[in-house]
């Protein structure tokens, strides 16, 4: 007699960095990638039917940040933009979507807006919150631009933002131009694309958040933009403050995964600590045959992440299993 199949203790799709904007095909600022602004609108459909014809149905949907492209401020056309990717997403059965923001979001529209165009679902008033969609999994999402100069929560983080980066990077970043020129390894990161979690009230909420989680025997999952493992994205997209987010992470044994956008190459790391770091590859830079998007199945000891196109499947075990100690990718 076969055993049944093993049921998930929950499902959710994943996307990031869809960028769309009602523009012809461009580049990135180095010219080494090719940006298909319409095509990732196709990408996203994929995805809405794929998610919709899921097996076993979906308990919410994440939306990794920068849903529209930034270009679309000097088109003065951010609004008809976001209505038009907003449309796409009300295809989805599963009603339940966690958008994230990321840099070009703010680039188009101040954070009330966002709030009320994107949070209003999980009545937000702020852009870090806890989920709980089914008993036992809990999802995080930080700000990673709560201290940024490109919408910074408050004056004074938009101020030491300027001051951090003024301290780390020698180029003039008041203007475009090569931001990281002379810059190494993880300095890269200081670049006004980038940002970090402010210190007083951000990562103290964190820590707590944790905290509960622990105590309540929950696993935790953290969604943000920007990544924060050095080895699973370009230096060039990090948090600024990675380093105290990752130690957080660690030294809590409910957080088993990280899941990030920003970087369109995407990229994954398991740490020594057994978490896993997965940064989602972009619908923007995918050919027009191709696609980039994910759902990934919760279970007891692990995640399957089953990738589309650009985006590899995964197996990834927590990291209290004794038999497993990094993830795999598997064929898709």
Avoid at 6 to 23: C, L, N, R, S, T
Avoid at 260 to 282: L, N
């Amino acid at each position: 007699m076969l055993d049944k199949e093993e049921k998930p203790i929950m499902a959710f799709g994943v996307i990031a960095d869809i960028q769309y904007a009602d523009a012809e095909d461009g580049t990135n600022f180095d010219k080494s990638a090719v940006r298909r602004y319409r095509n990732s609108l196709r990408v996203l459909d994929g995805a809405v039917a794929d998610w919709n014809a899921e097996k076993h149905s979906l308990d919410v949907i994440v939306q990794l940040g920068d849903i529209i492209d930034g270009m679309n401020w000097k088109l003065q056309s951010s609004t008809k933009a976001l209505d038009d990717v907003m449309q796409h997403f009300s295809k989805l059965q599963c009603d339940k979507v966690i958008h994230v923001i990321g840099n070009h979001e703010l680039y188009n529209f101040d954070r009330g807006t966002l709030r009320d165009r994107l949070l209003k679902p999980w009545r937000q008033s702020h852009d870090y919150f806890s989920v709980s969609p089914v008993p036992g999994i809990k999802l995080v999402v930080i700000d990673s631009y709560d201290v940024s100069t490109i919408g910074a929560t408050s004056e004074e983080y938009h101020s030491l933002a300027l001051e951090i980066l003024k301290a780390n990077n020698p180029n003039d970043t008041s203007k475009n131009g090569d931001w990281k020129h002379g810059l190494e390894g993880v300095e890269k990161r200081f670049v006004p694309y980038n940002g970090g979690v402010g210190n007083e009230l951000k990562l103290k909420w964190l820590e707590q958040e944790l905290a509960e989680a622990e105590e309540a025997g929950q696993v935790v999952i953290i969604l943000s933009h920007i990544s924060v493992h050095p080895e699973s994205c370009s230096q060039s997209c990090l948090v600024w403050n990675y380093q105290d987010l990752l130690q957080m992470f660690q030294s809590s044994s409910c957080v088993v995964a990280v899941f990030s956008g920003h970087d369109h190459k995407g990229g994954y790391a398991v740490d020594e600590y057994g978490i896993h770091h997965v940064t989602v590859q972009s619908p923007l830079e995918c050919l027009p045959e191709s696609s980039a998007y994910g759902t990934v199945h919760v279970y007891q000891d692990r995640l399957r992440l089953q990738g589309r196109g650009d985006v590899p499947s995964r197996e990834m075990w927590f990291r209290s299993s004794k038999t497993h100690q990094h993830g795999k990718d598997a064929k898709h």
